[in-house]
């Protein structure tokens, strides 16, 4: 089955410094990987994903990058802002067969002021 | 604004108490899952349903846990008798395929004293 290691489990940056939490996945037929954002005591929300027919996606200060060969993704926070510290899950997924949406184990992001 | 919906918000029982959780997912949406959340855990995946059938419940420990779908609007998660290991934030999310975003609910959060 679908496994996904996710990298580091903390990261404290300084505002307006760059962010990146990568992850991995095992299962060549995973097919999506969104990432979400969870903010202490709210609910996971979708900020960004990635499809495997496309290398890299972007949104404003968020971006996402797929390496199929290796895979392995990544999130790219630049010029962050205390706003951006929560928790960030990666995850893998797929529309066939007995898909499973996996999660990483999250990486607590802290921006310093 | 369409939102997946939990209940009870919070829930503090004893050791031995049957725990049941509810789960209304969004007005279309044929997948739902169930993640329990654990500061050492991330999301973990107990159990998912397509179409109301149950696809996959091997993350869940199926002597004291059941999960089930009486109609494409409820979803429910069973424990019986709980432990204070039990002790999480249970979330349930809903979505139409494996390849898109997964919405959440605000989760459950589970106390077993």
């Known amino acids: 089955g679908e496994n996904v290691e996710q990298h580091p489990s903390t990261l404290s940056v300084q505002e307006g410094d760059s962010a990146v939490i990568k992850c991995t996945y095992s299962d060549s037929a995973s097919n999506y990987f969104p990432w979400y954002k969870q903010e202490l005591g709210k609910r996971p929300q979708l900020i960004i994903d990635?499809?495997?027919?496309?290398g890299e996606k972007k949104d404003q200060r968020i971006a996402v990058t797929l390496n199929k060969t290796a895979k392995h993704f990544s999130l790219h926070i630049t010029e962050t802002q205390p706003e951006d510290s929560a928790v960030y899950f990666c995850a893998a997924s797929m529309n066939s067969g007995t898909y499973k949406y996996i999660f990483g184990t999250g990486t607590r992001l802290k921006v310093l002021a | 604004d369409a939102r997946v919906t939990q209940t009870p918000r919070h829930k503090v029982t004893e050791m031995g108490q049957e725990v049941t959780m509810r789960c209304q997912p969004i007005?279309?949406?044929?997948?739902v899952f169930w993640y329990r959340q654990t500061m050492m855990q991330g999301l973990e995946l107990l159990a998912y349903?397509?179409?109301?059938?149950?696809?996959?419940d091997s993350g869940m420990p199926k002597d004291r846990f059941s999960a089930e779908m009486p109609d494409a609007t409820l979803a429910t998660l069973k424990i019986q008798p709980s432990e204070p290991r039990d002790s999480a934030v249970y979330f349930c999310a809903s979505g139409t395929r494996g390849d898109t975003e997964a919405f959440f609910g605000q989760g459950t959060r589970l106390t077993v004293v």
């Open positions: 349903f397509r179409n109301r059938a149950p696809l996959d």
């Open positions: 007005l279309g949406h044929n997948t």
């Open positions: 990635i499809r495997s027919n496309v």
